[in-house]
């Protein structure tokens, strides 16, 4: 047959909640065998410090926390290539994960941790000043803010959390919402409303940011009237995405149970296991509430954990 290999244990995807998984389900003799996907170290590379990781008194580089994760995988003899898992077919056990569009892995079981993509604007200018005032993220950056300004783009409930969340720290915060209204819950609205730091920007698009060091501003444009349009720039030090995530499940699609979001679903509170007994997902790609490194790793061990008494019991 064709380019077939045989695994107990399948880890896709390779950030906090993929490397950890690795040492758990090395530790345990699975010999898994782990693909770091399209963006290996996960979404954290992106990350300039991280500094509410426990154990980094200092703060660490996200490329050097998950290289160190990644050491650890390898030191219990975790086996951790390159590479993309392109298809998959969940129908039956063994699970046959295609990787490269070529190679076939098959798998006793597999823990899927993929990840979530977050969704940007489009402009060149986001990835120009990645990690220099850009973030997707209020509770990883927000601290970097500190009494300066900020903006958050979107007008969803997610939108209104990061502002309020940037508004403990900022000295002003700008909501920089596309509709006259926003789409946030009635409590959520309340909050920023009622916040005198957060000031919100109905009608407005970002089109653009400047700066010599990092971020220093945005250009926007503000619908002034049906057809007018006021094109201004606003001095901020950070821009804040707050626009949604998309959890990388496309190959998976129409084969596990995904919640109303697209994140996979683990029907057992606290739990990895999905609708597929054998398959569970940790991190971000079924986590549409906390995404953050240290639950993204809890959630790593406790699919190592739960994929091990599952080849247990047979």
């Not at 990840?115 to 402009?123: D, E, I, P, R, S």
């Amino acid at each position: 047959m064709e380019n077939v290999e045989k695994t107990k244990c399948l880890i896709i995807g390779s950030g906090p909640a993929g490397y950890t998984a690795a040492i758990y389900a090395s530790r345990a003799n699975l010999n898994p065998v782990v693909y770091e996907g399209i963006q290996p170290g996960g979404q954290l590379t992106t990350t300039t410090v991280i500094d509410n990781f426990p154990g980094y008194p200092d703060g660490v580089d996200g490329i050097q926390m998950m290289e160190d994760f990644k050491k650890q995988a390898l030191r219990f003899g975790a086996d951790v290539r390159s590479g993309i898992a392109t298809e998959a077919d969940l129908s039956a056990r063994p699970f046959k994960i295609t990787i490269d569009g070529d190679k076939i892995i098959e798998a006793e079981t597999v823990i899927i941790a993929t990840g979530a993509t977050a969704k940007y604007l489009g402009l060149a200018d986001e990835q120009k000043y990645a990690g220099q005032g850009v973030s997707a993220c209020a509770t990883c950056d927000g601290f970097f803010y500190r009494n300066k300004t900020v903006a958050v783009v979107g007008g969803g409930d997610t939108a209104c959390e990061e502002a309020t969340y940037l508004a403990g720290l900022a000295k002003q915060v700008y909501m920089i919402v596309r509709k006259p209204y926003l789409r946030a819950s009635q409590i959520m609205q309340e909050r920023v409303s009622n916040n005198p730091k957060i000031s919100v920007l109905f009608e407005h698009n970002a089109v653009g940011l400047f700066g010599d060091n990092g971020v220093e501003g945005v250009h926007l444009v503000k619908r002034a009237g049906e057809t007018d349009e006021e094109k201004y720039d606003l001095p901020i030090d950070g821009f804040f995405l707050a626009i949604g995530h998309t959890p990388n499940t496309k190959i998976f699609k129409n084969q596990i149970t995904v919640n109303e979001n697209g994140y996979i679903a683990t029907p057992e509170k606290g739990s990895p296991k999905t609708n597929i007994p054998g398959v569970f997902a940790a991190g971000d790609v079924a986590d549409s509430d906390y995404r953050q490194a240290i639950t993204a790793a809890g959630s790593g061990c406790k699919a190592a954990m739960e994929a091990e008494k599952f080849l247990s019991l047979g």
